[in-house]
């Protein structure tokens, strides 16, 4: 890793998380959103829920 790569990725960093930590939370998010918009879709129903 270079110094100018180094200074990149420590950028990046949400402060006190490393890049690997920074990464994880980010997938993490991105897939909590997924889930989050599919369970107030349409496409999802619970049994015996009435939808309004």
């Known amino acids: 890793m270079t110094g100018i790569d180094l200074q990149k990725s420590q950028n990046y ?6 890049l ?7 997938i ?3 897939e909590f959103r997924k889930v989050s918009e599919f ?11 009435i939808a309004l």
Request: proline letters at 7%.
């Open 39 to 49: 369970l107030n879709s349409k496409e999802f129903s619970v049994p015996g829920h």
């Open 28 to 30: 993490l998010v991105t």
């Open 20 to 26: 690997h930590e920074s990464v994880f939370l980010e």
């Open 13 to 18: 960093n949400e402060p006190g998380l490393t």
